[in-house]
C-alpha cells in the first residue's frame, strides 16, 4: 500500500469517524481477524518535535485495545495459532495478534506486564545486528541528529537540502523534506547520508541499539515468558527488495538461524522490515516460504481473511498508530469498513476522470452510512 492508499485510509478513517458508519458495514468486511502492529510502548516524553512518535503507543492506549477486542467479541491468539484458523475460515471465532517490530526493551518493560495481566499473547520480531548491539536504527538517529541541529546542509541522492532546523516547526518540515528522499534512494546511501549529518552535528548514535534495544541476554529471558513468540527481522533491517537476490535470501536466512542458535528456539515467523512494496514483494514471500517460515508479515493495511491461507507469508497487518491513539479508529479498521471502501475506490479509479472527480472518501463513507 503506498502513500496515496495511506492517506485515504486516513481520510475514510475520519469519515467514518464522523458518521459513524462502520456500525452498519456488514460482517464479511471484517474476515477472520486482524494482527496489530506496534514498535514502542512508552509513555509519552513530551517532547515537540518527535517525529518517530507514531510508532510509539502508551501503555494505557494498549490496554483500551485489549479491552475493545475483548468487548468485541475477538480471541487474542498467538502468532503460531494463525496457520489453523487460517485452515478454519470462518468457522473459527474471529482473532486479532499483537506483534512488535524491532526489538525495543520498552515491550518487555511496558508491553509485557500487560500482556500479562490480561492473558495475551505478544510476538517481536527483532533485527540480529539489533539484538548485537550494532544495528543501525538510522530513523531515530536522524530524528536526534535534526533535534540537536539549528542547520542543516546535506545532499541526499544528488538532491542539496539546505534547511533551517532551530523551532520544532523547522525541524519537522526538514524532516518530512529529508526522510521520504532517504527512504527512496538505495538504504545504504541514506545510512550514510545520516551518519555523515550526525557528524555534522556531533552526534555518535553508536551507542543506540544497546540503549533501546534488547540484548541477547535479555531475549534470552524475555523468550521464556509462555505468552512470548520471538520472530526474525532480517539482520541489518535493510528493505530486502532493494537487495539482490543473494544479499536478501542471506539476510533472511542468517537472521532465523541466528535466532535459533541464540534462543534455543526454533523460529518460524517473519517480518519484513519496513514492510510495504518498496520493500518485500512475491520474491520475499517465496523466500519465507523456502525458509520454512509458517507465517510471515508485512506492513500493508488490511485484516486477515480465509484467501490468506493461500499466502501465508505476505500477511497484512493493522498498525496501533502513534498519531491515532483513540479507541473508535481501531474499532472502524477492524470492522474492515475503510478497506472496503478503498477497494470501491480503486476500482473507480479505471473511470474516466470526470466520474471519479464526483466521488470522495467522505462521500463514499456517508454513502455507506
Ligand atoms: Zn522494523
Redesign the pocket.
Known amino acids: 500500500m503506498g502513500p496515496k492508499s495511506t492517506a485515504f485510509i486516513k481520510t475514510a478513517l475520519k469519515a467514518f469517524h464522523a458518521t459513524g458508519a462502520h456500525r452498519l458495514t456488514p460482517t464479511a468486511a471484517s474476515g477472520l481477524g486482524a494482527i496489530f502492529m506496534l514498535?514502542n510502548v512508552a509513555p509519552d516524553t513530551g517532547y515537540e518535535f518527535e517525529p518517530n512518535s507514531f510508532l510509539r503507543v502508551t501503555p494505557e492506549f494498549l490496554e483500551d485495545v485489549i479491552g475493545l477486542v475483548d468487548d468485541l467479541g475477538y480471541e487474542t491468539i498467538s502468532l503460531d495459532e494463525i496457520p489453523g484458523r487460517l485452515a478454519a475460515g470462518a468457522d473459527a471465532k474471529p482473532f486479532v495478534c499483537f506483534t512488535f517490530?524491532?526489538g525495543y526493551r520498552d515491550n518487555r518493560n511496558y508491553a509485557l506486564p500487560i500482556m500479562k495481566k490480561h492473558s495475551v499473547p505478544m510476538a517481536v520480531?527483532v533485527?540480529s545486528d539489533f539484538a548485537d548491539g550494532t544495528g543501525d536504527l538510522w530513523w531515530l538517529a536522524f530524528e536526534k541528529a535534526i533535534r540537536q541541529s539549528r542547520h542543516i546542509d546535506i545532499e541526499v541522492a544528488s538532491e542539496h537540502f539546505e534547511l533551517p532546523t532551530r523551532t520544532a516547526a523547522e525541524k519537522t518540515h526538514a524532516f518530512n523534506r529529508i526522510y521520504w528522499a532517504l527512504r527512496k534512494c538505495p538504504e545504504a546511501d541514506a545510512r550514510a547520508t545520516v551518519k555523515t549529518l550526525c557528524e555534522n552535528v556531533g552526534y555518535d548514535p553508536s551507542g543506540m541499539c544497546r540503549d533501546l534495544i534488547m540484548s541477547w541476554d535479555e531475549l534470552r529471558a524475555f523468550a521464556q515468558e509462555p505468552l512470548v513468540t520471538i520472530g526474525a527481522?532480517t539482520c541489518g533491517?535493510y528493505a530486502l527488495a532493494k537487495l539482490d537476490d543473494e544479499t536478501a535470501f542471506a539476510q533472511m536466512n542468517e537472521s532465523i538461524t541466528r535466532l535459533e542458535d541464540e534462543l534455543d528456539l526454533p523460529c518460524h515467523h517473519f517480518?519484513y522490515?519496513?514492510?510495504n512494496e518498496m520493500a518485500c514483494g512475491p520474491r520475499e514471500y517465496r523466500f519465507a516460504r523456502r525458509l520454512g517460515m509458517s507465517t510471515a508479515v508485512t506492513t500493508r493495511k488490511g485484516l486477515i481473511h480465509a484467501s490468506h491461507k493461500l499466502t501465508p507469508t505476505a500477511l497484512p497487518r493493522l498498525s496501533l498508530n502513534g498519531d491515532y491513539q483513540d479507541i473508535r479508529y481501531v474499532q472502524t479498521l477492524l470492522s474492515g469498513a475503510p478497506f472496503a471502501l478503498l477497494q470501491a475506490y480503486e476500482n473507480l479509479a479505471r473511470l474516466p476522470s470526470a466520474a471519479r472527480s464526483l466521488v470522495s472518501p467522505r462521500r463514499l463513507a456517508t454513502s455507506i452510512g
Open positions: 514498535h517490530d524491532d520480531y533485527p527481522h533491517h517480518s522490515p519496513y514492510g
